[in-house]
Every structure is written in structure tokens, then in C-alpha cells.
């Protein structure tokens, strides 16, 4: 029970020291160890939860920031490996899928909200960058997702979200589904214009509009 | 001891070997011909005791040229100033830099810019500003606040330097009038720190006996003296940048053997104050980048004489804290720092030496901050250069930020401003859109609020109240 507190310990430790090279032995040594998988899952996002909110407060930077998402990737397929093999599932906020809309390579500011995003406990389906319209819709009826996050950051490509929104509309799920917009083109006037449900102007922004949207309290 | 910044880039250089040959040979020519004079009759009979060519008739002291470079030599090329805290103990020369303050008579109002006498509470609040600002390392003469309410003339040297030994344990170099010096002495002593004095010439060409007086009793004390010489071009010096640098190199010497003189070894800054005169009113322009070329002429003759430097930079025309004010501090700065200058007089004045505020001495901090970073220079070696992570990482969709590597370097190759806009244009908008001015205001009050500056132990404030009550009673205002 000791060395089961002791790498739980060390698992939140290597999130805390963005320590991305260790990541998935320590995961894997957590689970040897016999501890819960359930509770080496809170173990990491408890820690992601903490470096997401000193990113908040200004204490830290980006690179912390994706490098302690670094350290999640690495860890958590060995974590939920575990706990698929025991048969549960873990309990989450809500569902969201986030990507960068096509034609669109920025990836940062998406990166950014959906670490925040999952480190605030949602499920986060992240569909990376240059996302067709076609497989956004296809992975938010697939995940039955609560949440569609598009980020652009052209001009030229922040129309784009526009027409997964008009694409929602035509399978007839949008009332389904929330959505959410951002990028440094958007701001709270075009999000209307193109009827997003809702706009952050800053990654933590972004975190507390989902969760009005979805009504959860702070 | 405290860092300040190492210089790791070549200093800048604009003089040719020749050059600086000829600014050098012709202050021999003036110090051996025209002389230097000396109002002083103790100094007189003391150079003449020291083999210098005398006219007592017109207190002129010729000096042969082994004399003068005899002096030049012996001063040393560096020296510690120890503070009453270790942590900010100074050595100054070499490619250590540090940055220094600059005086203002009054404060100023930031709505209606008008300028008034700061009050003992201003003043004390400039000073633990100063003494929280982490790139801000030794207090220059004169500072903050010159004239300070309910204080007679006579004892603001005495009262000042008080005030930055109970509000600070940062290091002071202090100015002399009337004899003050003895008191400034005496305070430093009883707190166990070294304390500048000055030696200040008048252009041209001359030293009062006051001046050789704060001088002699600085040395004799085995404190460190700086040779601040303000000239104004086309005044008080040749107009031209070449003459300037002969008559002010001259004047400078005169002090620096009387140092040498005095006791071989003394430890001698020398500060270069050079402005032009405003030639529609005669008064000095602050600001002009004629200064920052002087100066730069200066630290080259300089570090080839190794002898430590001090310049002014601080100097704005404007008398407000905007645009002129910035760009003309911080391109003066700039160079200062990279013509390897040793201390950097930059903070807080502002028009010249008639206004002085807090905010912009924490707006200079950032400043500081900003040169600092840049003359420590680049780091190459194998880690730096990354060819490894290159190859790792790859074209897009290859991307650095989720490395160990940026996070290991991304803080140590910045120097992140505290008080500048680094906002995104919608954080701007939702904070009211402040400006560096208002960050600045917030980050005095966070400083006033929070920071406590190490008391003085209380033995040590009753020698200082001793002290300042003599000097209260030698210059008649109890």
C-alpha cells in the first residue's frame, strides 16, 4: 500500500516536473505497483488541473503547458489500458471535440484549450489541425460529443467555422451540440454572426464558456 | 555580491588606435601647457610638493606628462563596494554592469505634469522602490528627490543618504557641499558599508576647494571617488565631440592625481555628464545623441586606461513620461551599455535633474532589464545550438513548444518586462486598456504594500540619529 501511495506520488510528480521522458515508465510502474487505475487517473488530472491553473494565474507558460500535456499522452493510454481492462470508465465533465478548421495549421491556441479543457475534467477528442468540415461532423455524431471547439487563426479560414456550423444544421444535430469558436480573427460579434454558441478570447476564457453552456458551476 | 549584468559582446568602438592616441597625447598637451586651476592654496602647496610646475599668482598646476601617467596607472581597474548586506556588495570595472539612478529636484504630478517639492514620505517611498527593484543596484548622489520638503538645503546630502541607509541595503555613491562629506563618512562607517564620494571639477579646467576637499577626504578614508565632470559642449568645452573629450579628459586627470597623489592605489570612477548647450537659450540639452557618441569616445579611451566608468543616460528633454522621454533614455542606455561603460545612470529623472518619479524608475527597470539581457550576449554550444532536436522535430508538422528544450531555454534566453503591455488586444480591452504608465502605478503599489526593506539594527539607527543631529547643529537648523 506504501509503494502504491509512493508512485501514485511519482505520477503526479512527473506531470508536476514535465518530465516527458518518464512519463509512461512511471505510468507503467503505477499499475505494477497494483493501485487503482482509477485513482492514478485522478492522480494525473489533478496534477494537469494544478498546472493549467498556475498557466492561468500567469505563473506559468505555454511550454509548461504542453509539455505537462506532453507528459499526459505519454502516460494515460497505460492508465486506461488498465482501467478498460477492469471494466469501468472514467467519469468526465462532458464530452468535446476540438480541432483547427481547414486550410488552418495553427495549433497552439487549440493546444492550449484543450489541455485547459481536459485538466477541468471533460473528455477531450482533440482532431489536431487542417480539419475537413466533413470529419468534424462525422466525429461529433461518432462521440456523441456535448461540445464542438473550432479554433482559426486567418482571416481567410475562420469562415470555415461557418460552414461546420451550416454543416451541423443540414444532419440536423445542431441543436444537439454546442459550439464553440476562437483565434485571433474571431471575437464575440462574428462568433454571433456565424452562430457559435459561444467565444473565449483567452484559453481559460474558453474553459468557462463550455461550462456555462453545459450549466456547470465553478 | 550582486550580479548586475556581465558584459559578454564586444564593447562598441568608433575611435581608431590613433584616434584615441591623439585625444590622449593633447590632454597631456593641455595638463602640461595650459594646466589645470586650483582654488585651493592647501592643493597648491601640495602639488608643488609633488614636483608639479605651480603659478601661485594664478592658482595654475602644470603637470609633466610621467606625473599624469604615473596617476593613470595607479588607479585600479576594479574595486569592491561592500554594502551592510553581502548580497549587494558591487565590484565595479571590468565587463560588470550596473545601473544607477538619476537625480530630480522635485517630483511630478502624472495628471497635470506640473512639478513640485516631494514630501520625507515621497521620498522614502522613491527609495524602497528603488531598493525593491531587482536590476537597480547603487544609488547615484543626488537621489531620488535633490529638494525635499521641511529639509533645509544644507542638510539634504546628510538627510538623503539617511534616508537610503534606513530604507535600503543597496550601496549610494553621495554628493558634497559645505563639507557634508564628513557626515556621509561617518554614517557610512557606523553602518559598515563603503559609500562613493565625489570630486567634482567645473568646467573648464578648474576645481574649487570644496570639491578637492570631499575629494581628499574620500580617499583618506579609503572610500572610492567619482570624478563626475558635467560639461556643456560649445560652452564650458570645445563645441566639437573631439575637444570636448581633450578638456574634459583634462579636468578629470587633474582629480585623479590628486587622488594618486594623496594615496597610490585610491579607487577612482570617472563619470562622463557631457551635454550640448542649446544654443537659442543657453540651456544644456538632455537627451541628444551627441551624448551618447561622447560617451561612447570616452569608454573606449577609458577601458584602455582601466579605469572604471560611470554615464549618464536618464536624461530626457521631455518633461513628461511619454514617447520623447522613452525613446531618448532608452537609445542612451542602449548605447551606455554597449560602449561597455561600467555604471549606467539611468533611473527615475526625468527633464535633466529638475523632476524625479518612481513610475518611471520602475518603467526604467524594465529598460534595464531589456539592455541587461542583451550585452549578456549569446550562448553557443551544443546544447544551445539544438542540431539534434532540428533533426528530431522536423519540418511542419514538427513543432518545438512541447519540448524539454523549449522549456529549458524559452526563460533563460527572455527577460520578460513587469510593467510593460504584453497584453492580447481582447485582455487589453477587458482590463481597461492600461498602458505601461498605469502597470507601472499598479506595480508601486504591490511594492509600497509589500516590500519591507531590512531594518537598519537599531545601534546602528542611533549613531545615524547621532550623526544627523551634529550635522543638524553645524548647519544651524534645529
Known amino acids: 500500500m506504501e509503494d502504491e501511495t509512493k508512485y501514485l506520488n511519482d505520477l503526479k510528480a512527473v506531470v508536476l516536473n514535465f518530465d516527458i521522458d518518464n512519463a509512461e515508465s512511471v505510468a507503467k510502474k503505477v499499475i505494477l505497483s497494483g493501485a487503482d487505475p482509477i485513482l492514478a487517473a485522478s492522480m494525473l488530472t489533478e496534477a494537469i488541473r494544478e498546472v493549467g491553473d498556475a498557466f492561468g494565474k500567469g505563473d506559468l507558460f505555454l511550454p509548461d503547458l504542453v509539455c505537462a500535456s506532453e507528459v499526459l499522452k505519454k502516460a494515460f493510454p497505460v492508465i486506461n489500458e488498465a482501467i478498460e481492462k477492469n471494466g469501468k470508465e472514467q467519469v468526465s465533465l462532458g464530452k468535446i471535440v476540438i480541432g483547427t478548421v481547414f486550410g488552418d495549421i495553427h495549433s497552439i491556441g487549440k493546444g492550449m484549450v484543450a489541455t485547459l479543457l481536459y485538466a477541468a475534467g471533460f473528455k477531450v477528442i482533440d482532431l489536431g489541425i487542417n480539419v475537413k468540415s466533413e470529419d468534424f461532423l462525422k466525429s461529433v455524431k461518432e462521440e456523441?460529443?456535448?461540445?464542438l471547439a473550432m479554433s482559426a487563426l486567418l482571416t481567410t479560414t475562420a469562415m470555415e467555422q461557418k460552414k461546420v456550423i451550416e454543416g451541423l444544421k443540414e444532419a440536423g444535430i445542431r441543436d444537439k451540440i454546442k459550439v464553440i469558436v476562437g483565434g485571433s480573427p474571431i471575437n464575440q460579434?462574428?462568433?454571433?454572426s456565424i452562430g457559435a454558441d459561444g467565444y473565449g478570447a483567452t484559453a481559460p476564457e474558453g474553459v468557462k464558456v463550455v461550462k456555462r453552456l453545459l450549466g456547470i458551476g465553478e | 555580491m550582486k550580479k548586475g549584468f556581465i558584459r559578454n559582446i564586444k564593447p562598441l568602438e568608433i575611435l581608431t588606435e590613433e584616434q584615441i592616441q591623439a585625444i590622449h597625447s593633447n590632454t597631456l598637451r593641455v595638463l602640461?601647457?595650459?594646466?589645470i586651476r586650483f582654488e585651493s592654496p592647501r592643493i597648491l602647496e601640495f602639488f608643488k610638493k609633488n614636483d608639479c610646475n605651480v603659478d601661485f599668482e594664478k592658482n595654475i598646476v602644470k603637470f609633466p606628462p610621467y606625473i599624469v601617467e604615473?596617476?593613470?596607472?595607479?588607479?585600479?581597474?576594479?574595486f569592491t563596494m561592500k554594502a551592510r548586506n553581502p548580497k549587494n556588495t558591487l565590484v565595479i570595472g571590468g565587463n560588470r554592469h550596473y545601473f544607477s539612478d538619476m537625480p530630480g529636484n522635485w517630483t511630478i504630478d502624472l495628471d497635470s505634469w506640473k512639478a513640485r517639492p516631494a514630501t520625507k514620505q515621497e521620498n522614502k517611498e522613491a527609495v524602497i522602490v528603488l531598493?525593491?527593484?531587482?536590476?537597480?543596484?547603487?544609488?547615484?548622489a543626488y537621489t531620488p528627490y535633490f529638494e525635499v520638503d521641511g529639509i533645509p538645503p544644507e542638510m539634504s546630502i546628510p538627510e538623503s543618504y539617511a534616508a537610503k541607509i534606513r530604507n535600503s541595503t543597496k550601496v549610494s555613491w553621495e554628493g558634497s557641499q559645505k563639507e557634508c562629506e564628513i557626515f556621509i563618512i561617518e554614517m557610512a562607517k557606523a553602518t559598515g558599508q563603503d559609500v562613493m564620494g565625489v570630486g567634482l571639477p567645473s568646467a573648464p579646467l578648474t576645481y574649487y576647494e570644496d570639491a578637492c576637499d570631499s575629494l581628499s577626504r574620500y580617499i583618506k578614508a579609503d572610500f572610492p571617488v567619482n570624478i563626475a565632470c558635467g560639461v556643456m559642449m560649445g560652452g564650458t568645452s570645445p563645441a566639437s565631440i573631439a575637444g570636448s573629450l581633450v578638456s574634459f579628459n583634462a579636468e578629470v586627470m587633474g582629480g585623479i592625481i590628486l587622488a594618486q597623489l594623496t594615496r597610490p592605489g585610491a579607487k577612482i570612477v570617472v563619470e562622463d555628464s557631457v551635454l550640448p548647450m542649446d544654443m537659442k537659450t543657453g540651456h544644456p540639452v538632455f537627451g541628444d545623441i551627441t551624448t551618447a557618441l561622447h560617451i561612447t569616445a570616452f569608454a573606449q579611451l577609458y577601458r584602455k586606461y582601466e579605469i572604471p566608468t560611470f554615464a549618464d543616460s536618464g536624461w530626457t528633454n521631455s518633461k513628461k513620461i511619454d514617447f520623447q522621454d522613452g525613446y531618448e533614455r532608452a537609445m542612451t542606455a542602449l548605447l551606455v551599455a554597449l560602449s561597455g561603460v561600467n555604471v549606467n545612470n539611468l533611473y527615475g529623472g526625468i527633464y535633466g535633474e529638475l523632476e524625479y518619479h518612481p513610475v518611471q524608475s520602475i518603467l526604467d527597470d524594465d529598460i534595464a532589464g531589456m539592455i541587461g539581457?542583451?550585452?549578456?550576449?549569446?550562448?553557443?554550444?551544443h546544447d544551445t545550438i539544438a542540431s539534434d532536436l532540428i533533426e528530431i522535430t522536423g519540418p511542419i508538422p514538427g513543432s518545438f513548444l512541447a519540448t524539454s528544450h523549449t522549456r529549458k531555454y524559452f526563460r533563460k534566453e527572455r527577460f520578460f518586462p513587469k510593467s510593460a503591455d504584453t497584453m492580447t488586444y481582447p485582455e487589453w480591452i477587458n482590463l481597461d486598456k492600461k498602458d505601461c504608465i498605469v502597470l507601472a502605478q499598479d506595480r508601486i503599489k504591490q511594492i509600497i504594500e509589500n516590500h519591507i526593506p531590512e531594518p537598519l539594527p537599531d545601534d546602528q539607527e542611533k549613531e545615524i540619529e547621532k550623526i544627523l543631529a551634529k550635522a543638524r547643529k553645524r548647519y544651524g537648523s534645529i
Open chain 2, 131 to 140: 531598493d525593491a527593484l531587482e536590476n537597480f543596484d547603487i544609488f547615484c
Open chain 1, 189 to 192: 460579434e462574428f462568433s454571433d
Open chain 1, 144 to 147: 456523441k460529443a456535448d461540445v
Open chain 2, 70 to 78: 604615473d596617476s593613470i596607472r595607479k588607479c585600479p581597474s576594479s
Open chain 2, 373 to 381: 539581457r542583451y550585452i549578456e550576449g549569446i550562448d553557443v554550444n
Open chain 2, 32 to 35: 602640461e601647457s595650459t594646466g
